[in-house]
């Protein structure tokens, strides 16, 4: 039987907890929550379901970054209002009009306090059925 999900994202970390307590409070990303808010799951993050993108780049790639090997893309519903949550706790981010596309959606990026590159994306809207 092939995967059929992604089980967990692990990296390392100069300082796990404070890098833990950033993704919480900027991203709502981590342990025990969910896009609706807090769960009793202190192991797992709940997300919603939909596409994900499994995508291995040439290493002289410069798509996220010369220093990164890896890069973090997680799904948003609301870019605008997240890029100003994000703008008004000083966080630096980073748009380009070449990144938006109305059959992909629309993209910014940030970095974590480690400089890890982070890609916030809103898919497009469903297209009605004819």
Known sequence: MPVHAIGGVFF??????VLADWYARHLGVGPGLS???PTEDRWAWQTEGGPV???PFRTT???FGPEQSVMLNF???????MMTRLADAGIAVETRP???D???GRFARIQDPEGNAIELWEPPPPTAAP
């Open 53 to 55: 993108v499994f995508a």
């Open 102 to 104: 109305p059959q992909t």
């Open 35 to 37: 896009p609706t808010g």
């Open 12 to 17: 390392r970390a100069r300082d796990p907890d």
């Open 98 to 100: 070449e990144w938006n």
């Open 61 to 63: 790639s410069d798509y």
């Open 75 to 81: 799904r948003v519903s609301d870019l605008d209002g």
